[in-house]
Nanobody
Framework: QVQLVESGGGLVQPGGSLRLSCAAS????????IGWYRQAPGKQRELVAS???????NYADSVKGRFTISRDNAKNTVYLQMNSPKHEDTADYYC?????????????????WGQGTQVTVSS
């Protein structure tokens, strides 16, 4: 019913910049929070950043001041601007959204995940 498609991953040098995008489509009535998680090899998936429909943002301490999350509600798209990435930012990045679908406009929020995009920070 709802698809999240990430793009923009790849190889970036330490201190460089990279922008991830995630476009949500399908039977969307409204999106509350949308954001990014990441999972490095051998580690648990962790929140990177999220943004609510009211533009309230939440960041992991490890990325504060370096990463910026933003959203375009008209396009149901969220962006993650990654500035000054570090080696430890290397991971698979997953888009996540809390969605109410058109078939459940006033029901519970449902979790949706994208397929993930790989980010490698290396010189």
């Amino acid at each position: 019913q709802v698809q999240l498609v990430e793009s923009g991953g790849g190889l970036v040098q330490p201190g460089g910049s990279l922008r991830l995008s995630c476009a949500a489509s399908g039977s969307i009535f409204t999106i509350y929070a949308i954001g990014w998680y990441r999972q490095a090899p051998g580690k648990q998936r962790e929140l990177v950043a999220s943004i609510t429909s009211g533009d309230r943002t939440n960041y992991a301490d490890s990325v504060k001041g370096r990463f910026t999350i933003s959203r375009d509600n008209a396009k149901n798209t969220v962006y993650l601007q990654m500035n000054s990435p570090k080696h430890e930012d290397t991971a698979d990045y997953y888009c996540h959204a809390d969605v109410r679908t058109t078939s459940s406009r006033y029901g519970n929020w449902q979790d949706y995940w994208g397929q993930g995009t790989q980010v490698t920070v290396s010189s």
